[in-house]
């Protein structure tokens, strides 16, 4: 069990340009977490997975923000046409099923910077 | 509306002194779930506690203690004796039943100094 992976861990992009993140949760949880950290400030919710359906998101989401998990393991969030309001730490966590389902485990999140 | 608010954005002691960090939630649910979470230098978010909000029991693990009382909304992390490796930017967190969706206060940075 190596914990969650983000690839990659920095992008450097110019704006509008597409960026696709990655996400490796721990192999046998069924539950996925994104989230948007910008400096001094917890992390913002963005969406949710069960296993393979993405059961909630952020109303603050717009429409240029979308993620996958389609085999309910690996996870994958597009923005598209970048805006410098988009440069944040982005974080996947992850949990289990049964009584521990709250315990998330974060990964070291990818880094975003927009030009 | 759900809420969490951390009001001290930094905290600085010297080592081996008793340190409470503060949380004040906010929610109109009668059942919702109470988080703290350690976030160290290297950046990784460390899970620490969950509370119930129908078990008020305050918990105590090795040099942490943690103080819930619903009557003034409030989830206060304290670290006895503090060490250096205590340094670190922490976290408290809410969510309420029916939603998968967890809300973070803006943390408090807590530098233990040698």
């Known amino acids: 069990d190596t914990g969650v992976s983000q690839n990659p861990r920095h992008k450097i992009t110019k704006r509008g340009q597409n960026v696709t993140f990655r996400c490796d949760p721990i192999?046998?949880?069924?539950?996925l977490y994104w989230y948007r950290q910008t400096l001094g400030q917890g992390p913002e919710f963005l969406t949710y997975f069960q296993n393979e359906a993405q059961l909630e998101k952020s109303r603050l989401l717009s429409d240029r923000f979308s993620a996958e998990r389609p085999k309910g393991s690996f996870s994958t969030l597009e923005i598209q046409r970048t805006e410098q309001g988009d440069s944040a730490m982005y974080l996947c966590?992850?949990?289990?099923?049964?009584?521990?389902?709250?315990?998330?485990?974060f990964g070291p999140g990818t880094r975003l910077t927009v030009l | 509306a759900q809420k969490v608010t951390q009001a001290q954005t930094e905290i600085s002691v010297v080592e081996k002194e008793d340190v409470t960090l503060d949380c004040v939630y906010e929610t109109r649910d009668t059942t919702y779930y109470l988080f703290w979470y350690k976030q160290p230098p290297s950046g990784e978010l460390v899970f620490l506690i969950r509370?119930?909000?129908?078990?008020?029991q305050n918990e105590i693990s090795g040099r942490y203690s943690w103080n819930f009382q619903k009557s003034t909304s409030s989830f206060n992390f304290t670290i006895t004796a503090s060490q250096v490796v205590d340094s670190a930017v922490y976290f408290c967190a809410l969510r309420t039943s029916g939603t998968y969706k967890y809300i973070f206060g803006t943390g408090t940075r807590l530098k233990v100094l040698a």
């Open positions: 192999s046998e949880h069924n539950r």
């Open positions: 966590a992850s949990s289990s099923q049964g009584v521990r389902y709250n315990e998330q485990f």
């Open positions: 509370r119930n909000s129908f078990d008020e």
